[in-house]
T-cell receptor
């Protein structure tokens, strides 16, 4: 069964450094998402992306965050200058079409640890 | 405001028994609902979904019930197995924005 893959599984970075989290969505999916989950808390929406542009972003997704689809398969989340509070699990998800009643499929996440 | 919440943070059941996990939602504009299973160290895994024009949907060993009158969603797992141990959370999807709103989750522990 096709799945969303994310790399790396764990990223440790010094505060102030830039990180790039990578995702390969399911191949025939057109809608892409990033979510964040702080330990023990609920999954929080960061950003949605379609047709090479951001569709929607949350308050969490401030100027230090950016997303890109550099080629036909990868979808990346960049955090420019990491802060301690950026430590969390980051999940990528994808969805096939525009219809609201389709499930998003998630990767297994990248655990980001900021020191 | 929008919120999705769970009544029971932890549920312990005997292996072989049925499990019921509940979820309350408050956004009247939500018309699609999904249950996800999250095992330790993994991402949310789709289990079952239901549209608002239905009140019940069955899958393999799982059933989702939707009560729009009281804005309540439940997940029933039949003959619970050790492999069902995980955190389960519901998501509601706004019919206008298609935005997902997740609940905090219920941890299901299956006792041997």
């Amino acid at each position: 069964e096709p799945e969303v893959t994310q790399t790396p599984s764990h990223q440790v970075t010094q505060m102030g450094q830039e990180v790039i989290l990578r995702c390969v969505p399911i191949s025939n999916h057109l809608y892409f998402y990033w979510y964040r989950q702080i330990l023990g808390q609920k999954v929080e929406f960061l950003v949605s992306f379609y047709n090479n542009e951001i569709s929607e972003k949350s308050e969490i997704f401030d100027d230090q965050f950016s997303v890109e689809r550099p080629d036909g398969s990868n979808f990346t989340l960049k955090i420019r200058s990491t802060k301690l509070e950026d430590s969390a699990m980051y999940f990528c998800a994808s969805k096939q079409g525009a219809r609201g009643n389709q499930p998003q499929h998630f990767g297994d996440g990248t655990r980001l640890s900021i020191l | 405001g929008e919120s999705v919440g769970l009544h029971l943070p932890t549920l312990s059941v005997q292996e072989g028994d049925n499990s019921i996990i509940n979820c309350a939602y408050s956004n009247s504009a939500s018309d699609y609902f999904i249950w996800y299973k999250q095992e330790s160290g993994k991402g949310p895994q789709f289990i079952i979904d239901i549209r608002s024009n239905m009140d019940k949907r069955q899958g393999q060993r799982v059933t989702v019930l939707l009560n729009k009158t009281v804005k309540h969603l439940s997940l029933q797992i039949a003959a619970t197995q050790p492999g069902d141990s995980a955190v389960y959370f519901c998501a509601e999807v706004d019919s206008g924005t298609y935005k997902y709103i997740f609940g905090t989750g219920t941890r299901l522990k299956v006792l041997a």
